[in-house]
Structure formats: C-alpha cells, structure tokens
C-alpha cells in the first residue's frame, strides 16, 4: 500500500464535519439554482413570443379593415327617377346605376353593365336615401359623392388578391379592373377611414358590417351588470365580513360563494336560459338579460375581493371607532367601508372586465341573433362584441377575416383600459398599514 492510499484510508476512518459537507455540495447548489432561473426565463420568454406572436397576427389582418376602399360619384339627383310625393320609397339603386352608366358611356352590354354595376355597394342607395330624406333641396342638383365600393373592390386597393390572377378568371374580371384603373387614374377611387365599422351594425355585405351595434349592445349590457352586482355584491360581502355570525350556515354559504366563482360560464347562460326566458318572459337577445346573466357571473368574484378588502383593513380602525362610541354601522359606513372601497372597485373592474369577453353564457340566450339595427334600450334586441367576433369568425370571406380582427382589436383594448383602470386605482388608493 502506498503513500496515497494510506491518506485515503485515514480520510475514511475520520469522520466529515458538517461544514464540510455544505461546502462540497454548495457549487452543485449553486449551478441547479442557476439552471431554475434559466428554465423560468425561459418560459417567461416564451410566453412573451407567443403573446407577440398572437397580437401581432391579430394586429396584421386586423388594421386594414379601419381603412375602407370608397368610389366618388357625381349624382344628379334626377326628379324623374326620384318623384316628388314620396323620397323614401324612390329608385336610389336605378340612379347609383345611372350615374355609373354616365361615367362610363362606352358600357353597353347587360353582362358588362352588370359588371360595372358591382364595383359599388349596395350601401350606395341607401347612402342617397339618407342624404335626400335629410335634405330634399337636393333634388335636381348635381353632387358629389363617395360611396363605399363593393368588399371585392376593397381587397384588390388593400393588395388582398393578387391582380395576375383576378385577369385569369378571379373575383374581378378584366374590364372590371380596367374600370378601377380609369377610376384611379381620375382620382375617383380612394382609401379612407372606415367610419362604417364604427357607427354600423351588422350587415350580410362586409363593406357595411360594423361594430356600432355590438359595442352598444355592449355597452348596455355591462351597465345593467354594474348597476345589479356592484351593490349587491358589496353589500354581502359587509354582511358576511362584519355581521353574519360564524356557524354552518355562513360557513355553508362562504362554500357556495368560493364554489361559484369557478362555475363555467355556461352554466350561467343556461340558468338564465331557464329562469329569466322560460319562467319569467323577459325579451331574448336583449341587453337587460344578458345584464342579469353577467351579474350572476360576477357577483361571486365582486363578494371575494370585497371580503379580502375589507379583511386588509387593521382592526385598530374598528376598534378605535367602537371606542369613540360608533355604532357597529357606524364604524362599518364612515370607517371600514372607506378604506376597503379601492379593493373592491378593484375586483369590481376586474369582475366586469371577464363579463365583457364572455360568450357561451349569451349565446344560450339568443344574443346571438343576426342584429341590423342599433340598440337604443335595454330591452332592444341587440348583441355584443365577443359574439358579434364570433359570427364574424364563420363567415369564409375574406373581408370578414380582416372585420373579425378588428374587432378583436378593439374588444383588447376595452380590456387592455379596464385592467389599466384597476390597477390604477390600487396604486392611488392603497394604503400599507
């Protein structure tokens, strides 16, 4: 046996301090701990791409739709196609017509007047309606015009669909897109910003589809829901925190609250289905329903962050106010509930932020109706704008698609500003104690 052997073997008779085994094993900590940070990193990282990835798709197909593809006609208001007794009921289409067959003399077969007559929308006689109904002084006069063109029109000006391939037999044949050319060439074709999707509701046409209705629909919606869970879920949560004794019956209903928060949203729908329609005969598709569907929804997030605000505030505050000779009410009203009340804007925010992206619960009463008009009561037949995308999701055209990311757009930016206006409202209004 030689020297080093010998060393060893003396090693293995003396007993290893405890200092000396953290510190063998301290560098082997040190690199698994520096891998963790690595892997969470990681998936931060990740999770970052992925959310750009998302917006950034949303955003690519979604941005073009707020700019629309507009045509300008110079429109005499003929009174021999239009009359004198009634205005409303007047040929507008025969007279977008005319006005085209006068911008293009040369077109004299009905295949291609037909043709011409497609590079406008529909939404062109409805425009003349509205503007000779505010105005009949225009009849026998000679104005200009920009009318919305037809969804096709509007994908080949946004480089949507490839030109070689509508002069092979696409959507667009080739006098059509000699007919666009001469109207860009005179200035007379045009993009410009879509004030259509912000102010239209639905519409089977893409070029006049808008959010106008689904964003009142909307509106209307969440307003019943804040005036119905805001009050009502905070007033149990004062009950329940600051009232209620403790026993099996408040313990049982703190359960049912906790139970509720993690229902799936469809459940709700289904409950609204049955309680507020079949029972009670409330109008379908319309906003006081939802409101109720939404409230039901919400009240158990809004009763569970007002209970941890109002468990934030110190028991000192109570217990001074009791010692000043506050009643309990008192004390609750002046002094606990002013404190408590940023929490629970807070979860309120929040709370209404998730009715404002809920779908299944609204579609299972019936707002997802084909809705033209734009609601005006809470009773209106109406729809919002998570279905409102929904809709919009299944129809093939590709005019749609870009219509259906805008949307998705502007609902994450309610969501985007509501959830800023929570937090807010935390860093104003908290208090560290």
Partial sequence: M?????????????????????????????RAEGRFKLYGLGAIIISLLCLAILFISIVGKGYPAFQQTFIQLEVFFDPAVLGHENLSSANFPGLVKKTLRNMFPDVKGRSDKRALYQLVSTGAAFQLREMI????????????????????????????????????????????????????????????????????????????????????????????????????GVAAAVYLEEFASKNRWTDLIEVNVNNLAAVPSIVFGLLGLGVFLNFFGLPRSAPLVGGLVLTLMTLPIIIIASRAALQSVPPSIREGALGVGASKMQMVMHHVLPLALPGMLTGTIIGMAR?????APLLMIGMVAFIVDIPTGFTDPSTVLPVQIYLWADSPERAFVERTSAAIIVLLAFLIIMNAAAIILRKKFERRW
Avoid at 137 to 144: F, P
Avoid at 355 to 359: D, I, K, Y
């Fill in 355 to 359: 009715a404002l992206g809920e779908t």
């Fill in 2 to 30: 030689n020297k080093a052997d010998l060393i060893r073997a003396e090693e293995k008779k003396t007993p290893k301090r405890t200092i000396d085994v953290v510190r063998a094993g301290l560098a082997k900590r040190y």
């Fill in 133 to 232: 109904l505010k105005d009949p002084g225009l009849v026998g006069k000679t104005v200009s015009v920009w009318v919305p063109a037809d969804d096709d029109v509007d994908m080949l000006m946004k480089g949507h669909f490839d030109r070689k391939m509508s002069e092979s037999g696409g959507r667009l044949n080739n006098k059509q897109l000699a007919w666009i050319d001469a109207l860009s060439r005179q200035g007379k074709i045009e993009k410009r910003f879509n004030t259509i999707f912000f102010t239209s509701g639905d519409s089977r046409e893409p070029e006049l589809a808008g959010i106008g209705g689904a964003a009142s629909g909307t509106v209307l919606t969440l307003v019943v829901t804040l005036i119905l869970s805001f009050p009502i």
